[in-house]
């Protein structure tokens, strides 16, 4: 847990703020896994701290999310209507 501290502060992962008045602070917790090597035989042990954002409401502690997520059959069908109207190679200047 130590070193998971030290790389967080060393990241400048965030910004002590004064909390606005009548708000509290959003919780957090540890999260244990233990890693193993292919033999069953112990890796490492690794600790995360995660925020326990399921308190927040909506346009109240956030405004918006966005995870840019992108599905490998999503990048395959791409690619494919790409190749199939030969897009790919006249992007990048061949004919």
């Given at each position: ?17 004064p909390l606005p008045a009548g708000k509290r ?28 954002g399921f308190t927040q409401q909506t346009e ?6 966005f995870s840019p997520v992108a599905k490998l ?23």
């Open positions: 847990m130590a070193a998971e501290l030290v790389a967080l502060e060393s990241n400048n992962t965030w910004t002590v703020m602070a959003i919780g957090c917790k540890w999260v244990y896994k233990v890693k193993c090597n292919a033999d069953g035989s112990l890796d490492k042990c690794k600790a995360r701290l995660v925020a326990q109240i502690d956030f405004l918006e999310t059959t999503s990048v395959r069908i791409l690619l494919t209507n790409a190749a199939k109207k030969k897009l790919a190679s006249s992007a990048i200047g061949h004919q």
